[in-house]
């Protein structure tokens, strides 16, 4: 079966091959919401995934200035390997639905299919060629930065406060099966978020993307070529219980901001190498959004570069 024009072939590094493309109304009602859900409990809610991270991060040498206060618990590496589990009312229940369970994520999709078929609200997906299964996805909002979200960045660097907010986007979160990473699949999904966003907005300033603090996903935005931006709090809802009734919840959680600059944001879009972002939990320091934007040279000079592509 061929792929349509607005789908292309893409091949894996198993040698598989695979389709990206816009996600299909009807995929919002179950296939994105098992995904989603089956990736979150990888990641977030598996204890042997953050102890993994962990020693990840150690190897990195991230970890130093933490292990210098004292022995590190459990539940402290845990937290550092982006485990949710120290969120108690975050942890799924299967049994009553609470926590980010399985029909958290599922009203969180209906809701999201309206936008989606507005224009609103995009979502692109990795399919594989052969058996037609789901193996990510990355989503996010069609439209620029919010003024708060911008307002609470631009203070923490001046260089971002210069950008034109309608023309920096955000990217929303990116998942890929637990049993199809380490593939490129997530590679491929933020080039489609580019090339979208370029098509709305040709002069594009920037794009940024937010994740857990407690994340190693900024090294991979990193690796991709974003830099720090900023620390943020990110409003994330589970179901709780009340009054036997599940309702929706918030749970506020320490988060950081990763940016591209319009130029890179061009680059990935056209299948360019970009040069690698500035990412460490060591160090406080926020480059300055001018130089990550032109100055390669200097870029590629900075001792602080911790993460790279082994």
């Known amino acids: ?12 590094r198993d040698g598989r091959r695979a389709i990206i493309r816009s996600a299909k109304p009807r995929e919002f009602e179950e296939q994105l919401p098992k995904l989603a859900s089956c990736s979150y409990q990888d990641r977030f809610y598996n204890d042997e995934t953050a102890l993994k991270e962990t020693l990840f991060l ?8 933490l292990k210098e206060k004292g022995e590190l618990q459990r539940e ?13 009312e975050m942890v799924p229940n299967k049994e009553t639905g609470e926590g980010q369970s399985l029909e958290s994520f599922k009203r969180y999709w209906q809701e ?34 919010d003024e708060e979200s911008f307002g609470n960045l631009a203070e923490q660097n001046t260089e971002f406060a210069a950008l034109d907010r ?52 900024q090294f991979f935005n990193a690796k991709m070529g ?12 589970y179901l709780a219980l009340e009054s036997g009734k599940l309702t929706r919840a ?16 061009k680059a990935i879009a056209e299948g360019r190498k970009v040069e690698m972002g500035y990412y460490s939990r060591r160090s406080s320091r926020v480059p300055a959004i001018l130089e990550t934007c032109g100055s390669a040279a200097a870029a590629a000079e900075s001792s602080e570069r911790t993460f790279r592509e082994q």
């Open 112 to 145: 999201k299919r309206e936008e989606f078929e507005r224009g609103d609200f995009f979502c692109f997906v990795v399919e594989d060629f052969e058996t037609k299964e789901l193996l990510g996805f990355t989503k996010g909002s069609r439209r620029s930065l």
């Open 1 to 12: 079966m061929a792929a349509t024009s607005e789908e292309e072939v893409i091949n894996l």
């Open 76 to 88: 402290d590496l845990l937290r550092e390997g982006g485990s949710l589990t120290v969120y108690p």
């Open 250 to 265: 918030v749970c506020e959680i320490p988060g950081e901001t990763m940016f591209w600059s319009g130029d890179k944001v």
């Open 58 to 65: 150690e190897e990195k040498g991230e970890l130093q200035a």
């Open 226 to 237: 974003a830099d720090y931006l900023g620390k943020t709090l990110i409003s994330d809802t």
């Open 166 to 217: 309608t023309k920096v986007f955000e990217i929303g979160s990116t998942y890929v099966d637990p049993e199809a990473q380490r593939l490129g699949v997530g590679g491929v999904l933020r080039k489609a978020f580019m090339k979208d966003f370029l098509e709305k907005c040709p002069d594009c300033q920037g794009a940024v993307v937010t994740s857990y603090e407690k994340n190693t996903s």
